[in-house]
Every structure is written in C-alpha cells, then in structure tokens.
C-alpha cells in the first residue's frame, strides 16, 4: 500500500488507522480462516467443465467452485468476497506456500507426497479413473481397448497405466486438453478418453454433448478430492471440515452433485467420511 507523507497534525490519526488495520483479519492474508476479511482467495481450475470453469461471461462454475462457495460461507464470506484465483496442478503447492490463495479445490487428489507440502480437508468426492466412450460403443471392459485408440493429455499418466496393465495393444494418443481428446471422440477420430471419472462426466454433460457418451464404470483408481491449504494451518482444516459435513447433512452436497454430474448418468459415490481416504 502507497502511504502519502502525513502532516504533524494528521500523525495521530494515521497511527490509529494502521494500527486498526492490522489488527482486522483478512481472508487471503494466511488467518485462520474464521472470515471478516474483504476477500478470501481460493484456488481452482479454469478449464474443466462440471468442475471449475470461468465461463465466457467471466463467471464461474462447477462442483468444485460449489463447494468452495459453501465453504466460503461457513467461514464468513459472501460470493461476491470470493476471488477466484486459476491454480495449475503443477502450482498448487508453490500457491497454497506463497499464499496467492487461502485455499484449493481443483480437483486436488489427497496422496502421501502432497501431504508433506500442504495440510488438507475432506475428502469432498471420491472419483475413479475411467474411460469415456461415445453412447453406442460395444467397449465394456479394459481389455476392450487392445486395438483402439485411446486419448488422455500429455503429461498425464492415465492412459500409460491402462496400457501398461489392461490393453498392451491399446493405441495411445497424447493431446494438449481434454477438450481435444473429446472432441476426437465425437468425431469418431478417437474410441475412448481416459481420467478421473468425475471429469469426464463434467465434459459429457456440457449441453453440446449431452447424450453422445457414456462412462464405462471401471474405477480403475481412487481419487480423493481434498481441500488444501498452507502446512500448518490446522484451524483452517478444522473449519472446512465442519462446513464439508454440514454440506452433505443438508443436502446441498449431493444437490451439487446432481446439478454438475447429472446429464452425464454420473454414478457418484457416496459423500466419503472425513478423514477417511480410499486406497
């Protein structure tokens, strides 16, 4: 902040003012998370339809960004104090220790290595890798995939670990989003598109798409979406845990789930117990 210089008359009333700002909490400034603040900045993705999307009017949409939004509200922030801040799977951690964002919900999968750079709440959904095939494909099992060609994103080792354990013969395709792996499939360029199910189910439910695909139901992994926030911040975890709970006991949870998931057929699972990750 830009302070300009203050006169000998108006130093008292300078000194009160900054003293009184620092003494107010601010959501995205590393506090406990117990609101009051302007803003609270939190971490989600940009580009992932039924999960985090910024919209083409600058809006924002999605089960993550629903969650997020209730949870804001359990801690004392109205959406319009929300700043959505885009946060790459690759910049989660150095985000949530920088402190550019409170928390995160983007699709943030809870495993060992992460919990040694950042604390976290939930799990809020346990999703699965699958596969997504057009409405009428006869592919039904992994083993389906020998002799097809199979779509993930570069850099994503979903499509190499069916490969490597279910289809040795499957023919692997790496593009740069999933957009593109979709777009393949409806054109029939592509036989199948494999990652968390949870995504899928959020790009075959776009209105362009709905009723061309199916998930094939495999849960070929578990996933265990969390919430992360800065190590250390066990006040934080503690707060959202409580709005995650209070999330599913009143029904906005599944309501979420139905409204994001829904046009896709998603068969979701249950809302997972705090705590209790799925191996």
């Given amino acids: 902040m830009k302070l300009r210089k203050a006169t000998a008359a108006s130093a008292t009333a300078l000194v009160f003012a900054l003293t009184a700002t620092a003494c107010g909490g601010n959501g995205d400034s590393g506090d406990s998370g117990s609101g009051g603040g302007d803003k609270i900045k939190i971490g989600i993705k940009y580009d992932q339809p039924g999960l985090g999307l910024k919209e083409p009017d600058g809006s924002f949409s999605g089960f993550d960004v629903d969650v997020a939004t209730y949870v804001a509200k359990e801690l004392g922030y109205k959406p319009d104090q929300i700043e959505w801040v885009e946060t790459k799977s690759a910049d989660r951690e150095n985000a949530l220790a920088r402190g550019d964002v409170k928390m995160i919900a983007a699709t943030y999968s809870i495993t060992d290595e992460r919990k040694q750079k950042v604390d976290f709440a939930g799990p809020y959904l346990l999703a699965h890798q699958d596969l997504l095939v057009k409405a009428d494909s006869d592919i039904k099992e992994g083993t389906d995939l020998n002799g097809k060609k199979l779509c993930s994103v570069a850099g994503s080792t979903s499509a190499q670990n069916v490969k490597d354990e279910i289809a040795p013969k499957a023919q692997l395709q790496r593009l740069g989003g999933y957009s593109e792996c979709i777009a393949g ?95």
């Fill in 185 to 279: 499939l409806q054109s029939g360029a592509l036989d199948a598109v494999t990652t968390d199910d949870s995504i899928l189910a959020g790009f075959a439910a776009q209105e362009q798409y709905k009723g061309q695909f199916k998930l094939t139901g495999l849960k070929l992994s578990n996933e265990n979406y969390g919430i992360g926030v800065k190590k250390g911040d066990t006040a934080t975890v503690n707060k959202i845990n409580d709005a995650l709970e209070k999330m599913v006991s009143d029904g906005a949870w599944e309501k979420a789930v139905k409204d994001n998931f829904g046009p896709a057929n998603y068969k979701n699972e249950p809302a997972p117990k705090i705590g209790q990750i799925v191996q």
